[in-house]
């Protein structure tokens, strides 16, 4: 009867599988849908160091970690593994190709790199679209908003970047449809010490507004471009909301919190018991328009009114 009793005391957590998550993010900006993802997790029932175990890792922009670090993800065979971003998405699908463990990207700028459809994927991914590629257009739209009288911007971009093909071509679609004209800034990004030293290249002389790729090199040294941008009295219109409140003047995205929240949902489905290719990529749930007012101080923009009762957020 003793055993019985402390057999029936025993709490359901305790008797419960421990799932082991692998997580990789490629820079310090996904390391908030990471921290979504745990909170939602956690208000699905999954506790960490009781019923859930993460194994998360940072590579800050490494491209060489992000590579080896997929491979010890799959090889390490954890029950699921979560990524953030195109760029760390790649090399664990890569990776985990023709194995049967779930990888769910908690963000992609452009999930049609990694599956077959949105409606299946076809293999062992699911997850989140940041709608990144989506909004191309809607952020020069926003450009021209705020400042007018723009007739050129440099478009930064990097030929080695994952979704450059696609990002470039969008990008110049949208500005043919704007009269925007694109003075081409190509930096072969690298390791974020070399993006650096190429920064004083962005100058008025190549025009009046700043683009910024979603590329991870770049956004690991928002602050640097910022200060450049500044210094030449230049907008930036940044790839993600994140990147204005680190000093960009606009953006118009989705928030990697909120997607770490959403795509916490579908890795519950799969640890019920749901198959990847099963669950459609799913769009973000909400966006976000952010204006920077201490930037545009800084340059001595003055921000229309209307723009400013559309944003979600004003940073002062």
């Known amino acids: 009867m003793a055993a019985l009793l402390l057999f029936c005391s025993t709490s359901p957590v305790e008797g419960q599988k421990v799932y082991q998550v692998g997580a990789l993010v490629s820079e310090d900006q996904f390391v908030f849908t990471f921290e979504g993802f745990k909170k939602k997790m956690a208000e699905l029932g999954y506790i960490e160091g009781k019923n ?50 779930p990888v769910v990207f908690l963000s992609a700028g452009n999930p049609l790199r990694l599956v077959k459809s949105y409606s299946s994927s076809g293999n062992n991914l699911t997850g989140i679209s940041s709608s990144s590629l989506d909004l191309v257009e809607k952020r020069l739209e926003l450009l021209k908003q705020i400042a007018p009288t723009i007739k050129r911007a440099i478009f930064i971009n990097n030929p080695m970047g994952e979704n450059y093909e696609a990002y470039s071509r969008l990008t110049r679609a949208a500005a043919k449809r704007l009269s925007l004209e694109l003075t081409d800034l190509e930096i072969r990004a690298g390791r974020g010490e070399e993006v650096k030293l190429q920064i004083p290249l962005i100058t008025r002389k190549l025009g009046e507004a700043v683009l910024i790729p979603p590329d991870v090199p770049f956004v690991a040294v928002t602050e640097d471009i910022t200060q450049q941008a500044v210094k030449e009295r230049l907008p930036t219109v940044g790839p993600n909301v994140q990147t204005v409140r680190r000093g960009y003047l606009a953006g118009y ?25 099963d669950l459609p990529i799913e769009q973000p749930f909400k966006l976000n328009l952010v204006i920077n007012l201490k930037t545009a101080k800084a340059i001595g923009l003055k921000i229309p009114k209307e723009i400013l009762l559309r944003a979600d957020e004003l940073i002062e």
Do not use: C, W
């Open 253 to 277: 995205s989705s928030d990697y919190y909120s997607l770490g929240q959403q795509g916490a949902m579908l890795v519950d489905k799969i640890l019920r018991g749901a198959r990847p290719t």
């Open 52 to 101: 859930i175990k993460y194994d998360f890792h940072n590579t800050k922009g490494d491209q060489e970690a992000l590579k080896e670090l997929a491979e010890k993800l799959v090889k390490d065979k954890h029950d699921i593994i979560v990524t953030s971003s195109t760029t760390a998405t790649v090399p664990v699908a890569k990776a985990s190709a023709g194995t049967n463990i």
